[in-house]
T-cell receptor, first 116, second 113 residues
Framework: GAGVSQSPSNKVTEKGKDVELRCDPISGHTALYWYRQSLGQGLEFLIYFQGNSAPDKSGLPSDRFSAERTGGSVSTLTIQRTQQEDSAVYLC??????????????FGEGSWLTVV | AQSVSQHNHHVILSEAASLELGCNYSYGGTVNLFWYVQYPGQHLQLLLKYFSGDPLVKGIKGFEAEFIKSKFSFNLRKPSVQWSDTAEYFCAVNLNRDDKIIFGKGTRLHILP
């Protein structure tokens, strides 16, 4: 597709269940980011993938959160044993190669997660 | 740690008023700077960016921002706002040697018709 695609767009889950959120970056983009957007908290960096390099996981809030990227393209963010404080919009973004080289990151529509 | 501060959390203006949204960052090295906008019900999109060169950057929809290195600032401006500028605005910084982009908490702008 032309843009970053995320699924599901909305997810309601019960506390304690695991959830998987999927991101399809723009074709040809080597960099992929996950952010979390909560009301009043702005965008919180979670994890960053660049090509085949080891991901930067420094933003993951706990060991319940993990992400993988298969084949350098699609990424899945997994939240285990969800808690109510995990409720937020999870945003995926991608860029062509390195942002530090002048490239722009493009965001998807987000996956709205509600934990009840 | 690298951080971005947006001091105005919620701004309300009338149409045709001038706008300035503050953004300060906390890193002394070479940085790349961005403003993103999120219109109601839409995804984040790039408004403008600074990588090098002229510190006065012009973006879409009449917005501009000025990078003042000595003040660690990258304030967003527009001389005359429109009702359609109602949105949330995010400032972001990227260290030139890194690819992680850190965002501020955002400023909600509400324009009265």
């Amino acid at each position: 597709g032309a843009g970053v695609s995320q699924s599901p767009s909305n997810k309601v889950t019960e506390k304690g269940k695991d959830v998987e959120l999927r991101c399809d970056p723009i074709s040809g983009h080597t960099a992929l980011y996950w952010y979390r957007q909560s009301l009043g908290q702005g965008l919180e960096f979670l994890i960053y993938f660049q090509g085949n390099s080891a991901p930067d996981k420094s933003g993951l809030p706990s060991d319940r959160f993990s992400a993988e990227r298969t084949g350098g393209s699609v990424s899945t963010l997994t939240i285990q044993r969800t808690q109510q404080e995990d409720s937020a919009v999870y945003l995926c973004a991608s860029s062509f190669r390195r942002v530090g080289s002048g490239n722009t990151i493009y965001f998807g529509e987000g996956s709205w997660l509600t934990v009840v | 740690a690298q951080s971005v501060s947006q001091h105005n959390h919620h701004v309300i203006l009338s149409e045709a008023a001038s706008l300035e949204l503050g953004c300060n960052y906390s890193y002394g090295g070479t940085v790349n700077l961005f403003w993103y906008v999120q219109y109601p019900g839409q995804h984040l999109q790039l408004l403008l960016k600074y990588f090098s060169g002229d510190p006065l950057v012009k973006g879409i929809k009449g917005f501009e921002a000025e990078f003042i290195k000595s003040k660690f600032s990258f304030n967003l401006r527009k001389p005359s706002v429109q009702w359609s500028d109602t949105a949330e605005y995010f400032c972001a910084v990227n260290l030139n040697r890194d690819d992680k982009i850190i965002f501020g908490k955002g400023t909600r702008l509400h324009i009265l018709p």
